[in-house]
Structures are given as structure tokens and as C-alpha cells.
């Protein structure tokens, strides 16, 4: 099994930053991609940066220029680094983690609330 764990929600103001960590654990060596996601209320979940084994990323046109995810393969933890947030990026953010070894397989962690107040 993978288990990936979420830290770094909380509330913040708009125009300041935080910092999201997913680590992950348990069958390490069938990870793929790996990326984050969010849902806000009365919306779909969205794609917000995804990141590739070869560092390949790709964002969202809401937080490009904004946020940067990066990838600790050491340390098997990836990383939403978030900057000038704004109101809308309220949400829940999840960490998704794409499976090498099962064909459209994909590990979820249990989402970790991202408050931005005007």
C-alpha cells in the first residue's frame, strides 16, 4: 500500500503564502507522477500542478506564475509552494500520487483545508 500524508493548510491572509507537503510511504518504488488537486464548494475537483518522475511539470492557468510544486525524491515528498494567494484558492487540496505498476490507479490523501481570507 501507499499512504500519503498532508501537511501545511491553515488559514492565511490573502497576498501571503504557505507551503503544502504530501509525504508519502509504503510502496515507494510504484509511485509515478504525483501532483495536487483541490475542490472548492459547488465546484469540481481541478488540477492544480502535477510533476513527473523526470520533473516535467504542468499547472493550472489560475496559479501559474503563483505556485511552484516541487519533488524530493529522497525523501519521497512533494511540495505545493504557494505565493500571492488570493480568496479564490480556497479549497480542500489533495495530494495524488499515479500508480507505475496498475493502469489508471491513483493514491489519494485525505485533503488538507486551505482558508485565504480578504
Known amino acids: 500500500q501507499v499512504q500519503l500524508v498532508e501537511s501545511g493548510g491553515g488559514l492565511v491572509q490573502a497576498g501571503g503564502s504557505l507551503r503544502l507537503s504530501c509525504a508519502a510511504s509504503?510502496?515507494?518504488?510504484?509511485?509515478?507522477?504525483m501532483g495536487w488537486y483541490r475542490q472548492a464548494p459547488g465546484k469540481q475537483r481541478e488540477l492544480v500542478a502535477r510533476?513527473?518522475?523526470?520533473?516535467?511539470?504542468n499547472y493550472a492557468d489560475s496559479v501559474r506564475g503563483r505556485f511552484t510544486i516541487s519533488r524530493d525524491s529522497a525523501k519521497n515528498t512533494v511540495y505545493l509552494q504557494m505565493n500571492s494567494l488570493k480568496p479564490e484558492d480556497t479549497a480542500v487540496y489533495y495530494c495524488?500520487?499515479?500508480?507505475?505498476?496498475?493502469?489508471?490507479?491513483?493514491?489519494w490523501g485525505q485533503g488538507t483545508r486551505v482558508t485565504v481570507s480578504s
Open positions: 509504503g510502496s515507494i518504488f510504484g509511485i509515478g507522477a
Open positions: 510533476i513527473t518522475g523526470g520533473g516535467s511539470t
Open positions: 495524488n500520487a499515479e500508480s507505475r505498476l496498475v493502469a489508471q490507479y491513483h493514491y
